[in-house]
């Protein structure tokens, strides 16, 4: 049993409670571009680019994009450098349905991701970095673009930046809706200016990336922690929140509750906690039903089975789901589960690239087969059908959308399978 | 409708050229600044970036395809796009498409006949705190969405009235003493 959070007294770190933040004056002045500046200048502290991986490594930074992997390890995979160009891309995409926290940093800290993403790119020897954003947020592009051009301006991106020898170049890039493009590949698919369709596994993007370049892929939210990191320490990261799965979360909470919103705590949170404490509890007091934890694809949990389950990666996996981006879904006893998962299933359909028959055709069917449910044609043997296609879905594309899209049909059957046969006819079976 | 690009687009091209290695990484950018010139990207539009690009017109075609964004026609002055995905689809956002529906006298991938709005269901714009919510014109996003508030935006909108960007404050954490403004 661990020690209870202390997660009263959490100062935010991510997203500060400082005003004007954004602007780089502001930001310099509480201590901005302090942590690039001890990188790129102190040799006795930090000699050469692996010090600097090596401690991102011990941080264990965990993926903010939902794969959860160390970040520090992923910086580990790039080859040697051989003269030629290496890139970083930042994913930015944040599509998955439920999610919506890396336009708090485009929007609050923006800095701090971009001096995370220079300390990346350092510690990579990466030659230019390519901030990737969904085109959905043209807002947000708007302010990164004038952070990014601030942060030009003052050396901190470029030639030689702050006198060091160390080079690198930034780029914002806009998509144009399509969910796929949060998948690693298929951004880097994107970026090069086509359709994105994800590529096969191996090569991986540390092999083989940008233009057939070592490229490394990264969540915004990920690369915002890594100034903290060199600031403070790995030990320091390492205390906040789970042991397995430390250092600050932004939580994405919506749905039925009071105060729906971003919300920055120590990871493993209980989620009871984050419903009833932190959103302010479930509007008009109704019962919990149902929690998707982590975006569109993790697997639902019920509302009665909410005790002792914290928002980290173990804890999530005992209780069945996954920890994913953190963007939490509330739903109330009101809730038409069967419709969610139409609704949910219809989004894949919709985003699905097309390239592997059974994620093209499979999530057609699901969608399908749910909506003829949902309209009170169903019978008890398409909820069979419907698992049988998730299996004939799962595990044979060659990117987890297909998954994505089988998890939540799954998991939401079994779970709330006495809703589902109440909206189906029985089914009759003839004897031959 | 003739299309052409101006001296100063060719030197915006240009320089988003300088951005990437390759010329093909330029597509996007380049779609997106014809779809904010002209409105749309229609077929003639794809024509006119691949060959300002010196790229196949089957490789812009198939990517303006693929992205939602795009706009393959011509659209009404105003695009009110209406999320109805997970977190807006259990917070009302089918109720709002259908308002605008009735009030627009159309159906979501519709225009109005005097060329004023289009009105579109799409999927997930990561405001679901904010649910329900629509974006105009692939720009700003109108939060906290009511048939009440909807009225007022297309009322604004016929009048010349363009909303503008709403920050949301973070929410403060209950507990901590901090002052009540974050922004």
């Known amino acids: 049993m661990s020690t209870p959070l202390d997660w009263k007294g959490y100062e935010p770190v991510l997203i500060p409670k400082i005003s004007g933040l954004h602007q780089i004056d502001i930001y310099e002045k509480n201590g901005g571009y302090e942590s690039l500046r001890e990188v790129l200048l102190n040799k006795t502290k930090w000699p050469d680019a692996v010090s600097v991986v090596n401690e991102v490594k011990e941080a264990n930074i965990r993926g903010r994009g939902g794969a959860g992997f160390n970040a520090g390890l992923k910086w580990s995979f790039m080859p040697p450098v051989d003269g030629g160009p290496r890139y970083l891309a930042c994913n930015g995409d944040e599509s998955e349905p439920g999610t919506f926290k890396d336009r708090k940093i485009f929007e609050y800290n923006p800095h701090l991701f971009i001096e995370g993403a220079l300390i990346a790119a350092y510690a990579m020897s990466i030659s230019t970095v390519y901030v990737y954003i969904r085109g959905e947020y043209r807002s947000f592009i708007q302010m990164m673009e004038k952070a990014v051009s601030d942060a030009y301006a003052k050396g901190y991106i470029g030639k030689n930046i702050l006198g060091s020898g160390f080079s690198t170049e930034m780029v914002v890039h806009s998509g144009a809706g399509a969910y796929i493009c949060g998948e690693e590949t298929s951004l880097l698919e994107s970026l090069e200016g086509k359709r994105g369709y994800p590529r096969v596994k191996p090569p991986f993007p540390a092999q083989r990336g940008l233009w057939g370049r070592p490229t490394t892929i990264n969540n915004i939210e990920t690369l915002a922690n890594v100034p903290l990191v060199i600031k403070n320490g790995a030990s320091w990261f390492k205390t906040i929140g789970a042991e397995t799965h430390p250092g600050p979360v932004l939580y994405g909470i919506s749905g039925h509750v009071n105060r729906p919103g971003v919300y920055e705590l120590p990871s493993g949170m209980p989620i009871l906690t984050l419903i009833q404490d932190v959103a302010g509890g479930m509007r008009n007091g109704k019962r919990i039903k149902a929690v998707i934890p982590g975006g569109s694809s993790t697997p639902v949990l019920r509302g009665d089975a909410l005790e002792g389950v914290n928002m980290d990666a173990d804890s999530l996996r005992q209780a069945g789901s996954m920890m994913g981006t953190a963007g939490m879904v509330i739903m109330d006893e009101d809730t038409d589960m069967v419709e969610v998962l139409w609704r949910i299933s219809k989004f894949y359909h919709h985003e699905s690239c097309g390239q592997c028959t059974p994620c093209r055709e499979g999530t057609g069917w699901l969608e399908k087969i749910l909506d003829k449910i949902m309209h009170g044609d169903g019978e008890t043997r398409d909820l069979d059908l419907l698992l049988d296609v998730t299996t004939q879905m799962e595990g044979r594309t060659i990117c987890a959308l297909a998954d994505a899209a089988a998890w939540p049909v799954r998991y939401t059957i079994s779970r709330f399978r006495e809703e589902f046969e109440a909206r189906c006819r029985k089914s009759v079976y003839a004897l031959a | ?183």
Not at chain 2, 147 to 158: A, C, N, S
């Open chain 2, 1 to 183: 409708m003739e299309y052409s690009f101006s001296k100063d687009d060719l030197a915006k091209i240009d320089e988003i050229k300088s951005r990437y290695p390759e010329v093909m990484p330029a597509t996007l950018p380049v779609l997106w600044l014809a779809q904010d010139k002209f409105g749309h990207v229609n077929e003639e539009v794809q024509k006119l970036v691949a060959e300002t690009l010196d790229l196949p017109v089957s490789h812009v075609h198939g990517v303006a395809e693929f992205y939602t964004q795009y706009y393959k026609k011509e659209m009404g002055k105003f695009v009110l796009d209406v999320c109805t995905c997970l977190s807006c689809h259990i917070g009302g956002g089918y109720d709002i498409l259908k308002h605008l529906e009735k009030t627009l006298g159309i159906k979501a991938g519709g225009t109005t006949n005097d060329g004023l709005f289009s009105l579109q269901e799409v999927e997930c714009l990561g405001a679901c705190g904010y649910a329900p919510m629509m974006q105009i014109n692939n720009d700003v996003f109108v939060n906290h969405l009511t048939p009440e508030k909807t009225d007022q935006v297309v009322e604004g909108l016929r009048k010349g009235k363009y909303p503008e960007f709403e920050s949301i404050a973070m929410p403060l954490n209950p507990n901590t003493s901090a002052s009540k403004e974050t922004v």
